[in-house]
Each structure stands twice: as structure tokens, then as C-alpha cells.
């Protein structure tokens, strides 16, 4: 009720200022005062008059903003697009330029690039007697993250229009944004750890896939996982193809902007990425087959991490329980290269062709910014032309 009471006084305040400034403004409009001037002009030519204290009414802004980006996806903590997890600390950054098309609706284009990452190990539970969607997150053990480069371009509207110019902006004005993005994306993850001793020194060196096999990485690398098709896409088995890495993107976003100076603003703004992929995270359909990838044993690594006794992004033991199946390839195949046993250890949630995503929605990428914004006043006056 108080926050109602006092949202109503401050607009009706807002509006007492607006109406006021506009009653003056018509009373007279360039500011300055009149004089008793009785000379007359005769055959006036015209021409555009102007006021530098009106300012240029289709003006130009740049701006540069500190952004942080956030991601909703299937390993996401929340299964509601709204209540994803949030990220607070900067870790990309934006540039814009836009121009007055009319009174309070500006043309914007855009440049924006941020990462973000997450682990079925940070959002799961490891504990069994928890929610069951929390710790099949915990034992299904994905993680990645991801860098997107944007593209971006469409109406930012403001509130409260503005007739005045640049120099007639209102010193605090809300404003929505929505617009069009192409936008380049490349997901990643950490290989596992290492858990084999390779030179004999008593202290694991080399990491291996479901089945024993000496991965070509180091452990933990980082490893770009669209290449390896890690839901069975690079495979003669599937119907599958890559996802592509480049993808679109509908902008929706809310700011305010506050006046700081006379060509100088800051602009805080949230801003939700509806993409038409589900795979800023690589994770989208179903398990694939362990035997489908062939001799490509860190795509298999990389396919079903369930049975791993580390979480690779956090580098922390996990306590899991595992089950086993047999291998159905033709092991003594040398182009195979296979150097591992005759079964597979994986997670107890592996199932062939079971989904392993937690969502059925496209993926999400959130950017909450604060913009710095410069406003070019360019006069455009001529002078009157008499004779």
C-alpha cells in the first residue's frame, strides 16, 4: 500500500513538472526574451531557424557499457525462463549507436560479447532424499561455457517522448528496447580428470573415456564440443547434424535512462536473448550411443560424464554409483585404436536414446548492462535570409 501511495505522488509530481515545462515552453518556445523591435522586414526568404537551447532534435548517441550476461538452459538450476541464474559480476561488455527517428523512438545497432558457464554440479543435489530433478542434475555431472559474439539492431522507445531536443531530455526516462540479433556461439567444456598413471610415478596422468581409452587431451582441457558431435551427429549411425554455431536471436530488453550532463547519460538495462537453438550448452536431444562414435573416444568422453569421480569444471571428488555394459565394436580393430577393456562404466541415468536435457525450451541468454551514452548536440540553424 506505501509503495503504491508513493509511486502515484511521484508520477503525479513527473507530470505536474512535465505540464509545466510544456506550458512554458508554448508561452515561449526558444527561450529568450522579446524585444520592442518595430522595424520592419520586408520580403522574407526563409530559411531554418534554430535555438541551441533546444538542441538537435534527431541527434546521434554513442555508448559503451559493462555487461553482465546470464544464461537459462538445461542446466539451469529453475525450470521457469524468468528464474534463472542471475550473474551480478561483469564478464562482457557492449557498444551502441543510435539515432532520433522521432520524438522518443530512436534506432539503435549494437555490439555485444559475453561468456557465461555453469555445472549440473552447482545447480544438482547430492544428496539422494532431495528434489529428484536436483539430484538426477547432480549425477548426470554435464557443465560447459560458452562466449557469444552479437550482432544487434532495432526501436529503443521511450516513455516519456521528448519534443525538446537533446538538450530538452527529461533527467529520468524508462524506456523498452526489442530488435533483431545474429549472433556466433561456441560451447566448451573441460575434459575429465585424470584418474590412470601412465609413466609409472604413482600419480595420475591421463584421462581416459567410458571404456579405458587414453584420451589425445590433457585432463581437464578445455575442448570445443560442436566438432564432436556429442549427441551423435558426426556418426554414420544418425540422421543428425551439427548445430550450427551461428544463430538468431530476438532482443526484448527494459532500461531507464538518468540525464547526467548536457550530452551525457547512463543507461541501466535488462535484456532477454529468445534464441532458436537449445544448444548454448551442446545439450539438446538424446543420449547417443557409446558404440556410435567409433575410434573418437573423447567425443564418447565428452558424450556422458555420469560415472566421472570428478566434476572436471570444479575439479571436486564425487561419490557416484555406476553401472556397466558391454562393448559392442569390434575391439582388435586397428583403426579403432583401441587401447580399452570390453565394457563401458557409465552413469546410472545413461540410457541410448533417453533425453538428456532438462528442458524443453530454446536456450536463453540474459544481459543486464550499464551504459555510458554520449549525446552529439550538433547545431543545424541557418541564418535567415533577407533583401
Known sequence: ?????????????????????????????YGYKKK????RYSNYRGGKVGYGGIGNP????????????????????YNTKVSGDYNFIPNGFGITASKVLYPGIHFRGGFNYGTFSTSDYSTGNSNPDSDPNDYGRWQRNYHFKN???ELNAGLEIDFIPNKRGARGRFPINPYVYVGAAVFHHNPKARAPGATVDTDGDGNPDAAVDQAGNILDVKPREWVELQPLGTEGQKSDSTNLSPYPRIQFAIPAAAGVKIKLARNLDVNFEIGFRFTFTDYLDDIGGNYADLDYFGSNHLARAMSERGAEPIAALEGEPRDVPVTTQNVQLNTANADLNWTGGDSYTHGWNYIPGKDRADSKFNDIYITSQIRIVYIFDKKTATRAKFR
Open 1 to 29: 500500500m506505501k509503495k503504491s501511495l508513493l509511486l502515484t505522488l511521484l508520477l503525479a509530481f513527473m507530470f505536474a513538472l512535465i505540464s509545466d515545462a510544456d506550458a512554458q515552453r508554448r508561452r515561449n518556445p
Open 36 to 39: 520592442n523591435n518595430s522595424k
Open 58 to 77: 534527431k541527434y546521434w548517441t554513442v555508448g559503451a557499457s559493462v555487461d553482465m550476461v546470464s544464461y537459462f538452459g538445461d542446466i539451469s538450476k
Open 147 to 149: 562466449s557469444v559474439k
